[in-house]
């Protein structure tokens, strides 16, 4: 009896010491939640980051997807990265604002010149210091913030719109985001904010007159169906941003922190490429089906939505850091 216990003790020891070494062959599973179907653009530059990172890595680190809200909602998510029950996040710079409010001036209208401007402040010396504050103060650490989700554009049901003068009194969904909702009203428009699974009854049954999205949501959505016009108003360059757990990243080597950071900027550029590509494709796909575009050369008036809107940072700028907004207008 005595040798039977002896021998299950060591055995347990045995079993403890082989797992705390992590032996060769040994896989470090991430959960990586989104909340966007797996026909999504993104679910493809997802895929590139966990392809990229298991194989460079020799199978040592397996990056697991969970689309589709499968992990909850946006807050959920990054809650449960805060927590360490999520590994890593992928999606809106808005959700992330409530962590750290400078994220929210991301998705201002029309604060980016470019994706080129973009991309240089969001992996420049701006997005390196955001993320420093938000290891600091949540534990959180962002591997890229220059994944592309589209330029978002409005559409309404049966009005045309060429200047901000015709959105008003049109009820226009948009997402529960304060920036978002402030920005609808400095247009004239009344915002309405509806759950997405309910925003496509909610346009044919007249419970508001339009939405505002990038062309692959429109398109992926069958928005056409329930909407006549599509102004390319390009009112915001919509970001996303991938985060992972501080605690997580510190417990990989120095070389599979180098990896996965490396990666993640790669699958964004990757995943960039095919947003651009597929909404040029898309918008000629949804004239053949009868959607009314309007753009610059139809008669918008972009210049007049922009100066609309300019006034929407006045109302945000208390809460971030002093001279944040014009720091990022003066990066070329």
């Known amino acids: ?39 999504m653009v993104v679910q493809k530059g997802l895929k590139y980051f966990a392809d990229a990172v298991y194989k460079r890595t020799n199978g040592e680190i397996e990056i697991q997807v969970f689309p589709a809200s499968q992990l909850g909602t946006e807050q959920e998510i990054l809650e449960g990265v805060q927590l360490g029950t999520i590994h890593m996040f992928e999606g809106s710079t808005g959700a992330a604002g409530r962590f750290l409010p400078e994220l929210e001036a991301f998705a201002g209208p029309f604060i980016w010149k470019d994706l080129s401007h973009m ?5 420049g ?129 120095p070389a599979q922190q180098k990896i996965i950071q490396t990666a993640a900027t790669e699958a964004g550029d990757y995943q960039n490429y095919l947003i651009e590509q597929g909404a040029k494709e898309q918008l000629e796909k949804l004239k053949k089906a009868g959607m009314i575009v309007i753009g610059p050369e139809e008669g918008l008036d972009r210049d007049a939505f922009r100066k609309a809107t300019s006034g929407v940072f006045d109302l945000f700028k208390d809460k971030w850091e002093p001279g944040f907004y014009e720091k990022i207008q003066s990066v070329r």
């Open 1 to 39: 009896m005595k040798k039977f216990v002896k021998f299950m003790l060591l055995s347990v020891f045995t079993l403890t010491f082989v797992l705390a070494i992590a032996p060769v062959g040994y896989t470090k599973v991430l959960k990586l939640g989104n909340v966007q179907p797996p026909t």
């Open 119 to 123: 991309l240089n402040v969001s992996r």
């Open 125 to 253: 010396a701006i997005g390196e210091h955001l993320n420093q504050r938000l290891i600091k103060s949540q534990g959180l650490r962002i591997l890229d913030l220059g994944w592309l989700f589209g330029h978002r554009n409005l559409t309404t049901r049966n009005k045309a719109v060429y200047k901000p003068s015709d959105v008003k009194g049109l009820k226009i969904r948009v997402q529960p985001t304060t920036i978002y909702l402030e920005m609808i009203r400095a247009m004239g428009g009344n915002p309405t904010p509806i759950d997405w699974k309910e925003v496509y009854m909610s346009l044919q049954t007249g419970v508001v007159d339009g939405q505002e999205n990038p062309i692959g949501v429109i398109y992926s959505a069958n928005l056409n169906e329930v909407q006549k016009y599509l102004m390319l108003t390009q009112h915001i360059t919509q970001n996303q941003i991938v985060i992972i757990s501080e605690k997580v990243f510190q417990s990989l080597t």
